[in-house]
């Protein structure tokens, strides 16, 4: 009895496509979804500038609640 061989080589050869296949599309998706995460993070320069932000508007808060708290002082003492 003889051995098949050209089925298996032609099943090989189609197997083989499908896995490239299958990794490509794989590799894609994987590329857009790294790229998606990038553009909701943001870049760490932006995180520094919003971080720097922040701290001014604590620092002018602090500067004028305690402005107005030494103005009050001034106006019950010249009273």
Do not use: W
Request: charged fraction near 30%; charge should be positive.
């Amino acid at each position: 009895m003889k051995a098949r061989t050209s089925k298996v080589k032609k099943d090989r050869a189609l197997f083989i496509s499908v896995a490239e296949s299958i990794g490509s599309t794989l590799g894609t998706l994987a590329a857009k979804a790294n790229a998606a995460q990038k553009v909701i993070t943001g870049s760490p320069a932006a995180h520094r500038v919003k971080r720097e932000a922040r701290k001014l508007m604590r620092q002018g808060k602090s500067v004028a609640r305690k402005t107005r708290s030494s103005a009050r002082n001034i106006s019950k003492r010249t009273r």
